[in-house]
């Protein structure tokens, strides 16, 4: 029998681990916690110093008594969890287990700690073991008691006065809160219109055009030109007057490299880049951490993906270096390493940015070993490492001033001299302003230049957009709410308690979010105010570095929050739910008022039940009253009854149904769905017809269903791709990528160009 014993979270992880450590050591998995607190109240006991009560998790119960059996036979056990807060509680709760079982006397328990699953990594950690850290331990416990007594006494407070099956969060309530705010400014917002004036140009055979920037020798704002009258004023000025090039400013620019992956940062770009999910991207980073059989054993391929650092160790920098001296010409390797400084608020433990474990490993030597979200994946994790350590991008700026009349016009160039960093990895922004990177001709000072066209353009300012996931985990991560390995499970339940949904990629507050946030900033305004969260966060992070102890922290918040909670105990459901509506009922002459039922807001009679008038929260009366009335469809009855057919109306648009409802339920779209003529690909019996999801999102699926599901989001195309043969091509747009057609299957990965994206057509050359 092996006389050392290995625990670690994963079992993937477990099977690697093994083939490094050899006969000697017995691995074996927790899969994730094995302990959890009791699911009923008083699970956390404030009047004892927060005394915690623990339970087995049923599903992993098995899996312990496994460890068990083995600890009777180790004589070393080493816990090798994952190297943060929880996996640091997970090894003290093992050892709580096992103690209890008294299997630990005369045996030597240490805990190990890796951050990336290589081989040198593990022997060097199995080498250096150290005791659990208390520390670490109650910064943990500290914050499973803090979401627990919120989740417990808050949640059935919003079953009393909102509507049951509600939950409130820590972190959970902040993130809403973030959502809400900005669906308030949006509503809020009014649009304002301004002119911008243009002069087209050109030399030689190079076009472009320069926007007015001063008049009368005064610059123009935004707003100098706030409607047509104005601009029309602004172009008669201008009319009929030469223009001639007044300055030529060139400068050099240089453009630093982005830092190493984080967490956070590793979500936002997988968001952005790869239309990933920030749920699938921390799968896929998990898996690619715990490793992947790349046809020479299975191999950790890059360390740990919680870490809120971007540092690099000195060993992995001088490899890239060396990878980038000899693939890369001598300018692309600065002289000095490159560092950089984490702007994370709350950073924790001082783990390594993310990086590969080898950047030897290069992404296509690995592809057919990876699946498709992993090779993505993997690629933008190796290429951003690799850029990190390159030489800034170069470019030569140019700005041209050219007079007109009492106008000045501005036109800005920039041309990339030297790729640096930009050859390998460029970091997407989300809403960025487009750059005026206009190709211009060579210019001096006194050139006259001909008037193509001068011409104004209106303009409206636009409301604040709407967070994705990718800003929503920026502002998170800047407001210092939660840790960047939580993010996900943030996302996650506020789509799950249908709090938010996802409109074209854009997270919108439902209306049980609205009312759950309402009466949060309300009564609760403390604790979803983003300092105190964030300082919440900072006190977790002083007791795990030993600097401050945990149950003070616990009784600080808790005297506070229950006072809180039981002088909210009196509120009414009404003060909450209803708001007040200066209109009469049309039915009965009572008030109106915003009521909240289980599909959300409406408005009703403050008659009822006397009265039982309602309408759609966005409806007039009229509309109600023409909508109520119900619309025959000519010549045609109900196929199950022979009942005359009309136009009804629900909670996803207009319909048709029988009039005998609800005797019978026969329901048929408004409008034939449009059948595109496409063959499905996958029965090869039916054709692919346009549809429309709950949400208004069109779609295309077999006309056969239920019998055929298969569905696609983009528009066919009946051409089979040249790849991997799959009947079908489907035409798919993108801002980064223009219209393409892909193939639909997603492990093939098959896409051709056949328009550039928005923006980035080469302009036409002159005849």
């Known amino acids: 029998m092996p006389s050392s014993l290995l625990i670690v979270e994963s079992p993937s992880k477990a099977k690697t681990l093994k083939k490094y450590l050899g006969s000697d050591f ?46 009777r036979e180790a004589d070393h ?57 208390q520390d670490l331990v109650d910064a943990q416990q500290a914050r499973r008691a803090l979401d627990y007594l919120v989740g417990f006494n808050l949640s059935p407070l919003l079953w009393k006065k909102i509507r049951r099956g509600l939950s409130a969060g820590r972190v959970q309530s902040p993130a809403l809160r973030l959502i809400c705010e900005r669906e308030n400014e949006i509503r809020a917002f009014t649009e304002q219109e301004y002119w911008s004036v243009h002069l087209d140009s050109h030399k030689g055979r190079t076009r472009f055009t320069a926007k007015l920037t001063q008049l009368d020798g005064q610059k123009l704002d935004q707003f100098a030109l706030p409607n047509e009258a104005a601009q029309a004023a602004a172009l008669a000025r201008l009319a009929g007057h030469e223009a001639r090039v007044a300055s030529v400013e060139k400068k050099k620019k240089t453009r630093n490299p982005v830092a190493p992956f984080t967490t956070s940062t590793l979500q936002q770009e997988a968001v952005r880049k790869l239309g990933m999910t920030t749920d699938r991207a921390m799968r896929t980073a998990q898996q690619l951490y715990e490793g992947v059989d790349i046809g020479q054993g299975t191999v950790g391929l890059i360390t740990y993906m919680r870490t809120d650092s971007v540092a690099l160790a000195a060993e992995a920098v001088t490899e890239i270096r060396h990878y980038i001296e000899h693939k890369f010409e001598a300018d692309f390797l600065p002289k000095n390493p490159v560092t950089f400084k984490n702007k994370a608020k709350n950073a924790q433990e001082a783990h390594e940015a993310i990086r590969p474990t080898s950047v030897y490993r290069s992404p296509e030597q690995l592809k057919p070993f990876l699946t498709s979200d992993q090779f993505k994946l993997y690629d933008m994790i190796w290429k951003r490492t690799l850029s990190c350590q390159m030489a800034p991008a170069k470019f030569d700026t140019t700005t041209v001033d050219i007079a007109a009349g009492d106008g000045m016009f501005r036109v800005s160039g920039q041309v990339q001299t030297f790729a640096g960093f930009l050859a390998v990895y460029e970091e997407d922004v989300d809403d960025a302003e487009d750059e005026d990177n206009a190709k211009l001709p060579a210019l001096a000072e006194g050139d006259v230049l001909p008037v ?21 985990v920026k502002a998170l991560e800047e407001f210092g709410i939660g840790r960047p390995s939580t993010y996900a499970s943030i996302i996650s339940t506020l789509k799950d308690r249908e709090y938010v949904i996802l409109d074209k990629k854009r997270f919108v507050p439902t209306d049980t979010g609205e009312i759950v946030n309402k009466f949060l900033t309300e009564h609760f305004a403390q604790y979803v105010d983003y300092n105190f969260t964030a300082k919440l966060e900072n006190q977790l992070d002083e007791i795990a570095g030993g600097d401050r102890k945990w149950v003070p922290v616990m009784d600080s918040f808790w005297k506070g929050f229950k006072k809180q909670i039981e002088e909210k105990e009196g509120i009414s459901r009404e003060s909450i739910t209803t708001e007040q509506l200066d209109e009469a009922c049309p039915k009965c002459g009572k008030p109106l008022n915003i009521r909240f039922g289980k599909r959300g807001r409406f408005i009703g009679c403050t008659g009822y039940p006397e009265c039982d008038y309602t309408r759609n929260l966005n409806e007039t009366a009229e509309e109600a009253a023409e909508a109520e009335a119900p619309e025959i469809v000519e010549g045609r009855v109900c196929p199950k009854d022979g009942g005359q057919l009309v136009i009804k109306k629900g909670r996803y648009g207009k319909f048709i149904g029988c009039a005998n409802y609800p005797k019978c339920k026969h329901i048929e779209p408004l409008e034939k769905p449009k059948d595109t003529g496409v063959e499905c690909p996958e029965c090869k019996q039916g054709h692919l017809i346009e549809r429309k999801s709950r949400y208004g999102k069109l779609f295309y699926s077999c006309n056969r269903y239920p019998d055929c599901k298969y569905a696609t989001w983009n528009p066919p195309v009946a051409e089979p791709c040249p790849k991997c043969g799959w009947p079908i091509l489907t035409i798919k747009t993108t801002k980064r990528r223009g219209t393409e057609k892909v193939c639909p299957q997603k492990e093939c990965g098959y896409a051709e160009q056949i328009a550039p994206p928005e923006g980035k057509e080469v302009p036409p050359a002159e005849a």
Do not use: C
Not at 33 to 56: E, W
């Open 26 to 71: 017995e691995v074996l998995a927790s899969y994730g916690h094995v302990r959890d607190l009791v699911p009923k109240n008083g699970a956390v006991d404030p009047d004892h110093d927060f005394a915690m009560k623990y339970q087995l998790i049923a599903r992993n119960s098995k899996h312990v008594d496994a460890i068990v059996t083995a600890v």
């Open 77 to 133: 056990v080493y816990l090798a969890t994952d190297p943060d807060r929880e996996g640091e509680a997970i090894s003290w709760h093992l050892t709580e287990i096992l103690a209890g079982k008294k299997l630990l006397k005369g045996k030597t328990v240490q805990r190990v700690v890796f951050h990336e699953i290589t081989k040198n990594a593990v022997l060097d950690a199995i080498a250096h073991p150290r005791e659990i850290s």
């Open 452 to 472: 193509d066209k001068l011409y104004g353009e209106q303009h409206f300012t636009q409301p604040p957009p709407r967070f994705s996931e990718a800003s929503l």
